[in-house]
Each structure stands twice: as structure tokens, then as C-alpha cells.
């Protein structure tokens, strides 16, 4: 069973910058492909950005030229560098990370982009 937990959320003022952390347990084979997704108060979540094993990256329109996604496939760790943060930035961000064609996803960290 793999297990997926995310780390670094926090309160930012806009302009800052935050970096999240998803390190996955369980797993005896490097995973598949691995993303970060978020969710906003009554917005449906949404994909921020996702990275293949051999890092090809996807972003989406939103944080294209801020947000960097990058992985470490030797300790299965997943991370989203965040700068020039903006309110609407504001979500739980997951971590979703794909293995033998099953997903696993973490509980959530929350960012809050305000002054």
C-alpha cells in the first residue's frame, strides 16, 4: 500500500514564496507519473502541475512562470517550488502520485496567500 504525505503549506504574503514537499512510502519500484492538484472553498479541485518518472512536466495555465514541479525518484519524493504567490493561489494542494496503474493521494496541505 502506498501512502503519500504532503508537507510545507503555510500562511504567505502575496508575492512570497512556498515549497511543498510529497514524500511516498510503500512503493519497492519508482513511481509513475506524480502531480500536485488543489482545491479551493467550493471550487472543484483542479490540476496545478504533473511530472512524469522521467520528467516531463505539465502545468496549468495559472502558475506557468511561478510554480516549478520537480521529483527525486530515488527517495520517491515529489516537490512544488510556489513563488510570486497570489491570492487566488489560496487551496488545499494534494499530492497525487500513480503506481501499477492505481492512484494514491495525500490528505492535503493548506496554503493561504494573504496579508
Known amino acids: 500500500q502506498v501512502q503519500v504525505v504532503e508537507s510545507g503549506g503555510g500562511l504567505v504574503q502575496p508575492g512570497g514564496s512556498l515549497r511543498l514537499s510529497c514524500a511516498a512510502s510503500g512503493s519497492p519500484f519508482s513511481l509513475d507519473a506524480m502531480g500536485w492538484y488543489r482545491q479551493a472553498p467550493g471550487k472543484e479541485r483542479e490540476l496545478v502541475a504533473s511530472?512524469?518518472?522521467?520528467?516531463?512536466?505539465n502545468y496549468a495555465n495559472s502558475v506557468k512562470g511561478r510554480f516549478t514541479i520537480s521529483r527525486d525518484n530515488a527517495k520517491n519524493t515529489l516537490y512544488l517550488q510556489m513563488n510570486s504567490l497570489k491570492p487566488e493561489d489560496t487551496a488545499v494542494y494534494y499530492c497525487n502520485a500513480w503506481y501499477l496503474n492505481t492512484p494514491y493521494w495525500g490528505q492535503g496541505t493548506q496554503v493561504t496567500v494573504s496579508s
Open positions: 511530472i512524469t518518472r522521467v520528467g516531463g512536466t
